[in-house]
């Protein structure tokens, strides 16, 4: 079965420090998102992107978060510089047309 | 958008079928209603959708009411691996999926 790939599975940084977390959605779908959660809480949206751009972004994803789908697999965000409360799963996801989203095994983010 | 009202936790016996509820009183009529789980700390897995009829697939049922304002989730013969957390999402008109608190099934052996 087809499946997110996201890496690294842990990164721990230093507060400050830009981070760039990867993911490889399922090939034939052109939907991609972020989400993120913070230990304990919900599950939150943070991005979705189609056809190379933004199509929906939620407050969370301020002018320190980015998101860059450089060579057509990779689907990438970047925090530029990262804060404690930074400090959570990042998930990717990704749908083709009417087919529900999958959902990568995502990427602890520690900030110290 | 529309809101769910899930039970925060539910328990269940193995082997035994777990019916996890859901409210959605204010859904729209082209929205659907999609079920996700999640196991820990994993990524949120789908499960299961519809939008009026009852739908069945290899992990679950869904039952929706006539009126559309609620629907339940039917894991048929649950196992230890089922343990996880259920939401139960309307799908809103923007694309993006929204999670709310959802419900803790916890099955016991």
């Known amino acids: 079965e087809p499946e997110v790939t996201q890496t690294p599975s842990h990164q721990v940084t230093q507060m400050g420090q830009e981070v760039i977390l990867r993911c490889v959605p399922i090939s034939n779908h052109l939907y991609f998102y972020w989400y993120r959660q913070i230990l304990g809480q919900k599950v939150e949206f943070l991005v979705s992107f189609y056809n190379n751009e933004i199509s929906e972004k939620s407050e969370i994803f301020d002018d320190q978060f980015s998101v860059e789908r450089p060579d057509g697999s990779n689907f990438t965000l970047k925090i530029r510089s990262t804060k404690l409360e930074d400090s959570a799963m990042y998930f990717c996801a990704s749908r083709g047309g009417q087919s529900p989203y999958t959902f990568g095994s995502g990427t602890r983010l520690t900030v110290v | 958008d529309a809101k769910t009202t899930q039970p925060p936790s539910m328990d269940c016996a193995e082997g035994r079928a777990a019916n996890l509820p859901c409210n959605h009183s204010?859904?729209?009529?082209?929205?659907?209603v999609y079920w996700y789980r999640q196991i820990h700390s994993q990524g949120p897995q789908y499960i299961i959708h519809g939008l009026k009829n009852n739908e069945t697939n290899e992990m679950a049922s869904l039952i929706i009411t006539e009126d559309r304002k609620s629907s339940t989730l039917i894991l048929p013969h649950a196992t230890l691996r089922d343990t996880a957390v259920y939401y139960c999402?309307?799908?809103?008109?923007?694309?993006?999926?929204?999670f709310g608190k959802g419900t803790k099934l916890t099955v016991n052996p």
């Open positions: 999402i309307v799908r809103p008109r923007s694309e993006k999926l929204v």
């Open positions: 204010t859904i729209s009529g082209n929205e659907y």
